[in-house]
């Protein structure tokens, strides 16, 4: 009766098992398909044949029985090993994509399509990073690509201001005969490589021949505006020298040659008398004079050039270079002292001492300056004195370090802005930023700030 009992009790526990197998492969069929289905099936056979030998009596008696036992079971563990494992489902990169249906024979009378057999896609090839360029390397690229004059503007504009320079030199000695101008000659950064972006402008200048016995300079300390960068040209000895005797006279106010005097006339005579569409088209351009402006200005217009041409009336006495350009406001006898011919040649001195970048550097700082809102007026004749200044404690301006002293430009800058004072490097008297008005310079020191940090915002800001 136990005996019995434990028997029914086995067949009822398989009949469970068995019904619960049997919901799982009825189920295994739908989710895992007809493969899947198989493989779970062979599985589960295998491990059911396992369960029912370890729960069924031994005959612990018989060795052959045990031997057959034991055949089984390494036959049931051989078959689980063998089983195939179900196909790895494919991945779809698209979800949008539809699942790859159950390939089909074809219907009666549908004729088979040939299979196309897509070109074999190029390997694709995975861009490099861009490089990182060094502050050096950017610097080199933007005086190569930035700062080059096309050839054409190079030869061109020269040729054209020295051709207008020889019929304005001819017009004033049969006007002026009797006004001993000198030699007509040009001057400018085009000439000059210090900071030439395109060859838009160039500079004439026009000697006025004085007497050294009859006039003599007034240093700008003694003037009225107490400004050491601008002279008086005083005419001397009138009791023995009456009015009349200097072919300037005529251009004397209070005793002292008027710079302003002078550009009055020659204005006159630019815009009035002179016959500048007859000169332009001799030389293919059209030229005007510009009429509303306080410098004695000249525009050509040729087909391949732009070109602004600036006339100056220039006193050289007692190693001085005077412009007869006052500043603004109720004084007209003043002449600006101009170090640009002194500026030029001492940069070219230093940089063929030590094969150095200064002018490099110049150029490049310029352009920036130039096209920049708030650094335009540090163009020119600041920046020079900047790089002279350093040129005194910075020794090596190999075009190596051209980022190292072009940082340290814009060090030196900063300092001279937060003092609000930039010394001649010709005369310490002389305060280069002495007409920037307080709001400009907190502009450009604020700006210069930002670019001691990172340099490369100068090389991108327009």
């Given at each position: 009766m136990a005996e019995f009992t434990r028997q029914r009790g086995k067949r009822q526990e398989d009949s469970g098992l068995g019904s619960i197998l049997d919901v799982l492969l009825a189920n295994a069929r739908l989710v895992l398909g007809v493969s899947g289905a198989a493989v779970l099936a062979i599985a589960t056979l295998a491990v059911k044949r396992l369960i029912d030998r370890a729960t069924s009596p031994r005959d612990e008696g018989d060795p052959k029985a045990e031997q057959k036992t034991l055949e089984e079971s390494w036959q049931d563990l051989a078959l689980i090993k063998a089983t195939p494992k179900p196909p790895k489902k494919q991945r779809r990169e698209d979800l949008s994509e539809p699942l790859l249906s159950p390939a089909r024979p074809p219907a009666p009378g549908e004729a088979c399509k040939p299979s196309v057999c897509s070109a074999p896609s190029e390997p694709r090839v995975e861009a490099s990073p861009p490089r990182c360029l060094t502050l050096q390397e950017k610097l080199l690229s933007h005086y190569s690509s930035q700062l080059a004059v096309p050839e054409v503007q190079a030869s061109l504009a020269p040729q054209l201001a020295r051709s207008i320079c020889a019929q304005l030199q001819n017009f004033l000695q049969s006007k002026c005969p009797e006004l001993p101008f000198g030699s007509l000659f040009l001057s400018g950064p085009l000439l000059d490589g210090l900071g030439a972006l395109v060859a838009d402008h160039v500079h004439l200048m026009l000697p006025v021949v004085l007497d050294a016995t009859l006039?003599?300079?007034?240093?700008?300390?003694?003037?009225?505006?107490?400004?050491?960068?601008?002279?008086?040209?005083?005419?001397?000895?009138?009791?023995?020298?009456?009015?009349g005797r200097?072919?300037?006279?005529?251009?004397?106010?209070?005793?002292?040659?008027?710079?302003?005097?002078?550009?009055?006339?020659?204005?006159?005579?630019?815009v009035a008398s002179i016959n500048w569409p007859a000169i332009g088209s001799l030389l293919g351009s059209v030229i005007h004079p510009v009429v509303a402006s306080r410098e004695l200005k000249l525009e050509v217009k040729h087909d391949q050039v732009k070109l602004s041409i600036t006339l100056f009336p220039v006193v050289e006495m007692e190693d001085k270079v005077l412009l007869a350009a006052p500043p603004e406001g109720l004084v007209e006898n003043l002449w600006l002292e101009s170090f640009y011919r002194a500026e030029v040649l001492k940069v070219e001195e230093l940089d063929a001492g030590d094969s150095g970048a200064r002018q490099h550097c110049l150029r490049i700082l310029n352009s920036i300056c130039k096209n920049h809102p708030a650094l335009h007026k540090l163009s020119g004749s600041p920046l020079t004195h900047v790089v002279?200044?350093?040129?005194?404690?910075?020794?090596?301006?190999?075009?190596?370090?051209?980022?190292?002293?072009?940082?340290?430009?814009?060090?030196?800058?900063?300092?001279?802005?937060?003092?609000?004072?930039?010394?001649?490097?010709?005369?310490h008297k002389i305060?280069?930023?002495?007409?920037?008005?307080?709001e400009e310079i907190d502009e450009m020191g604020f700006m210069l700030y930002k670019a001691v940090s990172e340099p490369e915002l100068l090389l991108t800001e327009k």
């Open positions: 006039w003599s300079l007034i240093p700008g300390d003694d003037t009225v505006v107490r400004n050491p960068q601008y002279w008086m040209i005083k005419r001397t000895d009138l009791e023995y020298f009456p009015r200097s072919p300037w006279d005529r251009f004397i106010v209070g005793r002292y040659l008027s710079s302003n005097a002078l550009n009055e006339t020659l204005h006159k005579m630019l002279l200044h350093l040129s005194a404690t910075s020794l090596d301006w190999a075009e190596e370090s051209l980022a190292d002293r072009f940082q340290q430009v814009l060090e030196e800058l900063v300092g001279y802005l937060e003092k609000g004072v930039l010394p001649s490097y010709f005369n305060n280069l930023f002495c007409d920037l008005l307080e």
